[in-house]
């Protein structure tokens, strides 16, 4: 295969989890889905045996690919060498129908699934922008399914899969090709004839076993856990340029989509490739996105914990994929675009001996919610250099609290918390309020510092947008989040209340005298003395008046703001 082709920047891995919206059981629903088909007595009993005995064995759900090694192994259990070594003991199975059909069954209907319509395939729409930057967009598949194929179809895409009717991948150069597609354990309209040729045959039929008008017989080319070694020669060519696409200076990221990593060969190929790239970053987007980083590409060993080459390089974003798509490219990869940018702009003033300014690259990777590469800048930046920018040190903790909530890292997100309240409770402690004459209009105005300055205050209409912003963010990231947790709604709750309060100071100069003593009747311990002292403050301006007003207001307005950011 040539590879006079470069890869994209973005190249995109989809795993089970991206085709689920799409009506493809993911790999745990495909046994239940099946079982639940299955209409003969005897084969739905086996089958009902085999995942109980599995089931108690790893203790948790059984997946489809799981369930097919099982019966592949069951059927051909006479060639196992390791049956030779135990002697006495019944076969648990014994008396249930053989296993030969319930394989065919199964493969069948994973075909069944696997054929998706045009109508379900909608939420992959987002990818039309990938594909008009990024063309020829490199998109690998361990999927079966057509969802690719049928959103080519429906946009009119050029794609090549490295078929025109017979295997040739030479079709991967051919220009004016839109998207790259490389299904790496085949395809539900991919056959292997029995006499070793490789043929593409986009027609609906309801077994994976078909006759060619040739007199050949083709089996679907689907390569299951037992085969997934076996001589297929598309998928090792494959596996050999995918490895050449990846180590390529040009790709940059890495967008997974619903991968388990249960392929260790997978695994391999990244830590590979990651060491040679050293540009090479990961976007996991899944669920469990961050459990399987933790457990299965930070380190090379569960045990011995030594940091693989991809340790400090993936960006966890624990959602759906049909939910985050939508913002993939022009919210999560246009920031971490802007930060690798920034950072490599430092980069270059510490290497002339300058000093390099890495808050410029803060809020970007937060924005991105790649955590570890925040943390790792944090270290290298002074405490009191942060605190000088009010506003990204009130952000940065609330966005970095989400996001860790998000991927079950409550420690971490807890400090960060304990962060963004200690920031707002000095702005509400160190409140500033002014009375003036005229206009008749109140001043409130917050301070971000320890101490009394002629700097820091911030604007109550300033404080408003920023709190508006953050509600705004944790109202989107509450939708995305399948696990709320505790935490989450009384952020948003808390953010909430606060937008309500800021919402009267809508003017650059204030809120009017009148306007104000309306809205905080109920609060000023003496309204019609407040009103007099006012009035007898327009009249001549006192230096004691003045005090005592603006004294009041803080009084009247810091009370009801330790109301809202109270913790429980």
Not at 338 to 344: A, D, L, T, W
Request: glycine residues 4%; hydrophobic residues 35%.
């Amino acid at each position: 295969m040539t590879t006079d082709k470069q890869s994209s920047q973005i190249i995109f891995f989809l795993g089970a989890g991206a085709s689920v919206a799409a009506g493809v059981p993911d790999t745990y629903s495909f046994v239940k889905e099946f079982i639940d088909s299955i209409q003969n007595r005897d084969k739905r009993r086996t089958i009902e045996k085999i995942v109980q005995i599995l089931g108690n064995w790893k203790n948790s759900d059984i997946d489809v690919e799981l369930l097919l090694e099982t019966l592949t192994k069951l059927e051909n259990k006479e060639q196992e060498p390791l049956l030779r070594f135990y002697q006495g003991g019944d076969f648990v199975l014994k008396g249930y129908p053989e296993k030969e059909p319930l394989i065919n069954d199964l493969k069948d209907f994973i075909k069944s699934k696997a054929i998706v319509s045009e109508d379900k395939i909608r939420y992959l729409q987002p990818l039309l922008s990938f594909v008009e930057e990024f063309k020829p967009l490199d998109v690998i598949s361990v999927n079966y399914d057509t969802c690719i194929e049928q959103f080519c179809n429906v946009h009119k895409l050029a794609y090549q899969d490295g078929f025109d009717v017979h295997w040739n991948p030479k079709t991967f150069t051919t220009e004016h090709t839109d998207i790259r597609l490389y299904k790496l354990h085949g395809s539900v309209i991919w056959y292997q004839s029995d006499r070793g040729g490789y043929i593409k045959l986009p027609v609906m039929t309801e077994t994976s076993n078909i006759q060619l008008v040739t007199g050949e017989r083709a089996d679907n080319l689907m390569l299951y856990p037992m085969q997934k070694w076996d001589y297929a020669e598309p998928l090792l060519e494959l596996l050999v340029h995918i490895k050449q696409l990846l180590e390529s200076d040009t790709c940059k990221f890495l967008i997974f989509v619903g991968y388990s990593f249960r392929d260790d060969h997978i695994k391999r190929i990244l830590w590979d490739a990651a060491r040679k790239n050293r540009e090479l970053h990961l976007i996991l987007v899944g669920p469990k996105a961050y459990e399987i980083y933790s457990k299965k590409l930070k380190s090379y060993d569960a045990h011995s914990r030594i940091p693989s080459s991809l340790d400090g390089r993936v960006v966890c974003l624990p959602y759906k994929f049909e939910e985050v798509l939508p913002y993939l490219k022009n919210y999560y990869l246009k920031n971490l675009r802007e930060g690798f940018s920034n950072m490599y702009a430092q980069q270059q003033l510490e290497i002339r001996g300058e000093k390099a300014f890495w808050m410029s690259c803060l809020r970007s990777f937060a924005n991105a919610e790649y955590t570890e590469k925040v943390e790792d800048l944090l270290n290298r930046i002074n405490a009191f250099e942060l605190k000088r920018d009010w506003q990204l040190s009130l952000e940065l903790p609330l966005i970095m609290t989400f996001t860790l909530l998000s991927n079950n890292q409550e420690q971490k997100a807890n400090r960060y918390l304990r962060d963004f309240n200690k920031l707002l409770y000095v702005m509400i402690e160190r409140i500033n309020t002014n009375a003036m004459r005229d206009p008749p209009v109140i001043e409130i105005n917050f301070n971000y510092q320890r101490h009394d300055s002629g700097t820091g205050y911030i604007r109550a209409e300033q404080f408003k947008r920023v709190i508006e912003t953050l509600s705004e963010f944790c109202e989107i990231k509450t939708r995305f989040v399948n696990h709320i947790g505790n935490e989450f709604p009384k952020i948003t709750e808390k953010l909430k209340k606060l937008k309500h309060y800021l919402e009267p100071f809508k003017e650059e100069r204030g809120i009017k005298f009148q306007d104000y003593v309306n809205l905080r009747e109920n609060k000023i311990p003496d309204v019609e003395q407040f009103r007099n002292e006012y009035k007898e403050f327009q009249q001549g301006y006192s230096q004691q008046l003045h005090e005592k007003l603006a004294s009041t207001i803080a009084e009247v307005e810091r009370s009801i703001l330790k109301e809202i950011v109270k913790e429980e």
